[in-house]
């Protein structure tokens, strides 16, 4: 066992603070990472307040983890020290249900999260990547393409799988006409990928100062959400609308927007339910549903798109020391488009 430097919390109303946390030694089938950069989700911010009511302390947040392989076990094949890697949102699995076995290893029932949740060979609980080095299973491991900004890349970890898998389960989306709801972490990045594929992008927001930068980032239309004239010229009109906001909005809004059989994805996670038509579901058989992340194949297939055309998260790159003020921040929508956190701040703890 060793030891990493690391920022965690006590409880839910300590502020993250320096701390030593253990470290398994690489088991055969292991890789040990030194993290590079990780990206601050705003699931990391629910977990150290325990708004989910799951969070075990102390808490060492993290999932969207870049870094580069120091050592790897006598079993591993696909890796070697010196190679770019990363991790996501989970860092094993039990492999053998029919979820691991289709590739979906996130719809496992004994799945083990990166941070907070039960780690079996250490005991006690899994630590994230607000650390200087992980040590993570090789099937839970994935390649960072080279050309890719690594503190841009982070972020893919997370924010880029979970706007990428639902836009991938509408299979071939060019020429078709796609919304996304919401320009922040999430929805910048549905509006990168969806540009990717060829699709026509509409970004509906309630904030005029961002037009400019959705038609930047990809889009080719933008529409003020607020503004029922605007929303009534697209009626009926959508393919597919992918829905980041987390925040209460009325999700019926968007539902009357898609043509018959267009679907609505949501990706965020607003904290009461959502009130749905039935009639705005039932009168065009349009569908709603939901995603989160996607398996590891998936997020692979993710990495390596990115890496074939040059897409990584627009983020602010921070020192480990203003984590704290970052979490304020996030409260405040007061980022472009995430944080990315410089893990070499670590070593002047």
Same mark, same amino acid.
């Given at each position: 066992?060793?030891?990493?430097?690391?920022?965690?919390?006590?409880?839910?109303?300590?502020?993250?603070?320096?701390?030593?946390?253990?470290?398994?030694?690489?088991?055969?089938?292991?890789?040990?990472?030194?993290?590079?950069?990780?990206?601050?989700?705003?699931?990391?911010?629910?977990?150290?307040?325990?708004?989910?009511?799951?969070?075990?302390?102390?808490?060492?947040?993290?999932?969207?983890?870049?870094?580069?392989?120091?050592?790897?076990?006598?079993?591993?094949?696909?890796?070697?020290?010196?190679?770019?890697?990363?991790?996501?949102?989970?860092?094993?699995?039990?492999?053998?249900?029919?979820?691991?076995?289709?590739?979906?290893?996130?719809?496992?029932?004994?799945?083990?999260?990166?941070?907070?949740?039960?780690?079996?060979?250490?005991?006690?609980?899994?630590?994230?990547?607000?650390?200087?080095?992980?040590?993570?299973?090789?099937?839970?491991?994935?390649?960072?393409?080279?050309?890719?900004?690594?503190?841009?890349?982070?972020?893919?970890?997370?924010?880029?799988?979970?706007?990428?898998?639902?836009?991938?389960?509408?299979?071939?989306?060019?020429?078709?006409?796609?919304?996304?709801?919401?320009?922040?972490?999430?929805?910048?990045?549905?509006?990168?990928? %969806? $540009?990717?594929?060829? +699709?026509? !992008?509409? =970004?509906?927001?309630?904030?005029?100062?961002?037009? #400019?930068?959705?038609?930047? *980032?990809?889009?080719?239309?933008?529409?003020?959400?607020?503004?029922?004239?605007?929303?009534?010229?697209?009626?009926?009109?959508?393919?597919?609308?992918?829905?980041?906001?987390?925040?209460?909005?009325?999700?019926?809004?968007?539902?009357?927007?898609?043509?018959?059989?267009?679907?609505?994805?949501?990706?965020?996670?607003?904290?009461?339910?959502?009130?749905?038509?039935?009639?705005?579901?039932?009168?065009?058989?349009?569908?709603?549903?939901?995603?989160?992340?996607?398996?590891?194949?998936?997020?692979?297939?993710?990495?390596?798109?990115?890496? %074939? $055309?040059?897409?990584? +998260?627009? !983020?602010? =790159?921070?020192?480990?020391?203003?984590?704290?003020? #970052?979490?304020?921040?996030? *409260?405040?929508?007061?980022?472009?488009?995430?944080?990315?956190?410089?893990?070499?701040?670590?070593?002047?703890?």
């Amino acid at each position: 066992m060793s030891h990493a430097k690391a920022f965690s919390a006590a409880s839910p109303t300590s502020p993250l603070a320096p701390a030593t946390i253990p470290r398994r030694d690489p088991t055969p089938g292991d890789v040990a990472i030194e993290i590079l950069f990780c990206g601050v989700c705003h699931s990391d911010l629910h977990m150290v307040r325990n708004e989910w009511g799951v969070t075990a302390y102390p808490v060492v947040p993290g999932h969207e983890i870049v870094g580069r392989v120091t050592r790897v076990g006598a079993a591993v094949t696909k890796y070697k020290p010196g190679d770019l890697a990363a991790v996501g949102c989970l860092v094993d699995s039990d492999g053998t249900c029919p979820h691991c076995k289709a590739d979906h290893e996130q719809f496992c029932a004994n799945q083990i999260l990166t941070y907070s949740a039960p780690d079996r060979h250490l005991g006690g609980f899994t630590y994230g990547g607000y650390s200087d080095s992980i040590v993570v299973d090789e099937r839970f491991v994935l390649r960072v393409p080279s050309n890719l900004d690594l503190a841009g890349a982070a972020p893919l970890l997370c924010a880029g799988i979970t706007t990428w898998s639902p836009i991938r389960q509408q299979g071939d989306i060019r020429g078709k006409k796609v919304g996304v709801v919401g320009l922040g972490g999430l929805g910048h990045m549905g509006v990168k990928f %969806a $540009h990717a594929f060829g +699709a026509h !992008v509409v =970004v509906f927001t309630t904030s005029p100062g961002k037009t #400019a930068d959705a038609l930047r *980032l990809g889009a080719d239309e933008v529409v003020m959400s607020r503004n029922s004239d605007e929303m009534r010229k697209h009626s009926g009109s959508f393919d597919f609308i992918l829905d980041t906001v987390s925040a209460d909005h009325d999700v019926n809004a968007y539902l009357h927007l898609l043509a018959p059989n267009g679907n609505l994805t949501l990706v965020g996670a607003p904290p009461k339910p959502l009130a749905v038509s039935s009639f705005a579901l039932i009168l065009g058989r349009r569908s709603l549903s939901g995603s989160n992340i996607g398996g590891i194949a998936e997020t692979q297939e993710m990495l390596d798109f990115c890496g %074939a $055309h040059g897409i990584t +998260a627009d !983020v602010e =790159v921070i020192p480990i020391q203003k984590v704290n003020e #970052a979490y304020e921040r996030l *409260l405040k929508s007061d980022v472009k488009y995430r944080f990315s956190i410089d893990m070499a701040s670590l070593k002047s703890v």
